[in-house]
C-alpha cells in the first residue's frame, strides 16, 4: 500500500516569507497527487491537483506544487505567504486505475503558522 | 456547489453508547468516504463505499461500522463507544473516477467521555 510523508509537523513564516511544505510518496507507479487545506475552523478544500503533463502544477491563492518523479516528491511552494494562510495542509495521493472507491492516502499534515 | 453536510458539529457520548453519526450530499456522487483526523496522523480512512448498500474497509475499521442505504446518505456507527474514539471526523464524497477529489463535510468532534 503506498504512504504519504510529510516531514514538516508545524511551520512559523512571517509574512512575506516564502514557503516550502514537503511531501514524498511511496509509490512507484502512476499516482495522481492532491494538496488540501484547512482553515482553522473550516473543511478541507483543495488547493491544487496534479494527473498528468506540466509537472508544475498552479492552483488557487498563489500555490504552486512540483511534481518530481525521480523523487516521488509533490512539494508545495507559495513565494510569498500571507497571514491567512495560516491554516493545516495535506498531501494525498490517488493510485489509478480507478480502485473502488478512488481512495486517497493521506499525508499527517503540515501545520503553518504565519505571523503578522 | 456540492455541499457535504454532516448533522453534528460537536458530539459528547458516554463510553459504550452506540454512537451515529450521519453524513448527506447533494450531488449525486457514488463514492463516499468516513476519516478519522488526529493530530500528527493526518486524515485515515475507516470505511468507504462506491454504491448503496457497498462498503469496503479503510485502514482502520475496528470498532466501527457502516450503512448505505441511500445514495445520499452515509452513516458512521460506533458500536460501543470507546475514549481512544475520540476524534474529528470526517465524511467526504467524489464522483468516479474523481478527478476532481473529494468534497469534505465540516466534521464532527466526538469526545468520549
Known amino acids: 500500500a503506498q504512504s504519504v510523508s510529510q516531514h514538516n509537523h508545524h511551520v512559523i513564516l512571517s509574512e512575506a516569507a516564502s514557503l516550502e511544505l514537503g511531501c514524498n510518496y511511496s509509490?512507484?507507479?502512476?499516482?495522481?497527487l492532491f494538496w488540501y487545506v484547512q482553515y482553522p475552523g473550516q473543511h478541507l478544500q483543495l488547493l491544487l491537483k496534479?494527473?498528468?503533463?506540466?509537472?508544475l502544477v498552479k492552483g488557487i491563492k498563489g500555490f504552486e506544487a512540483e511534481f518530481i518523479k525521480s523523487k516521488f516528491s509533490f512539494n508545495l511552494r507559495k513565494p510569498s505567504v500571507q497571514w491567512s494562510d495560516t491554516a493545516e495542509y495535506f498531501c494525498?495521493?490517488?493510485?489509478?486505475?480507478?480502485?473502488?472507491?478512488?481512495?486517497?492516502?493521506f499525508g499527517g499534515g503540515t501545520r503553518l503558522m504565519v505571523k503578522p | 456547489d456540492v455541499k457535504v453536510t454532516q448533522s453534528s458539529r460537536y458530539l459528547v457520548k458516554r463510553t459504550g453508547e452506540k454512537v451515529f453519526l450521519e453524513c448527506v450530499q447533494d450531488?449525486?456522487?457514488?463514492?463516499m468516504f468516513w476519516y478519522r483526523q488526529d493530530p500528527g496522523l493526518g486524515l485515515r480512512l475507516i470505511y468507504f463505499?462506491?454504491?448503496?448498500?457497498?462498503?469496503e474497509k479503510g485502514d482502520i475499521p475496528e470498532g466501527y461500522s457502516v450503512s448505505r442505504e441511500k445514495k445520499e446518505r452515509f452513516s458512521l456507527i460506533l458500536e460501543s463507544a470507546s475514549t481512544n474514539q475520540t476524534s474529528m471526523y470526517l465524511c467526504?464524497?467524489?464522483?468516479?473516477?474523481?478527478?476532481?477529489?473529494?468534497?469534505f463535510g465540516s466534521g464532527t468532534r466526538l469526545t468520549v467521555v
Open positions: 467526504a464524497s467524489s464522483l468516479t473516477p474523481g478527478v476532481r477529489g473529494y468534497t
Open positions: 509509490y512507484g507507479g502512476t499516482v495522481n
Open positions: 496534479y494527473f498528468s503533463g506540466d509537472p
Open positions: 494525498a495521493v490517488r493510485v489509478p486505475p480507478n480502485n473502488a472507491g478512488n481512495m486517497l492516502t
Open positions: 450531488m449525486d456522487h457514488e463514492n
Open positions: 463505499s462506491y454504491d448503496v448498500k457497498m462498503k
